[in-house]
Nanobody
Framework: QVRLVESGGGLVQPAGSLTLSCAAS????????MGWYRQAPGKEREWVAK???????EYADSVKGRFTISRDIRKNAMYLRMNSLLSEDTAVYYC?????????WGQGTQVTVSS
């Protein structure tokens, strides 16, 4: 069964850092591309970052220079390192992967940036 499971969310102070993880099963190679999305209260889900099969990465302008997407093939995992967090980064963060013609979503992990 193809599955994505996020972890690593929590409460962090403004300007702080947090790393989210996304475990892929049965294998990270099951997905032709993977990415992170987020949904803040009262807002639509928005794209944050993506990494494709050759390792190339892209970022939304709102997180460029602060967030880094990466993957560990041996661990079948994808990560999102978030630095210089702002209150507007508060959201539920989802990992997603392209599987054939479908998009597989994780269950989400809450990130709250507050003092």
């Amino acid at each position: 069964q193809v599955r994505l499971v996020e972890s690593g969310g929590g409460l962090v102070q403004p300007a702080g850092s947090l790393t989210l993880s996304c475990a892929a099963s049965p294998s990270i190679f099951s997905f032709k591309s993977m990415g992170w999305y987020r949904q803040a209260p009262g807002k639509e889900r928005e794209w944050v970052a993506k990494i494709i099969a050759n390792g190339a990465t892209e970022y939304a302008d709102s997180v460029k220079g602060r967030f880094t997407i990466s993957r560990d093939i041996r661990k079948n995992a994808m990560y999102l390192r978030m630095n210089s967090l702002l209150s507007e980064d508060t959201a539920v963060y989802y990992c997603a992967g392209g599987f054939g013609s479908q998009v597989v979503w994780g269950q989400g992990t809450q990130v709250t940036v507050s003092s």
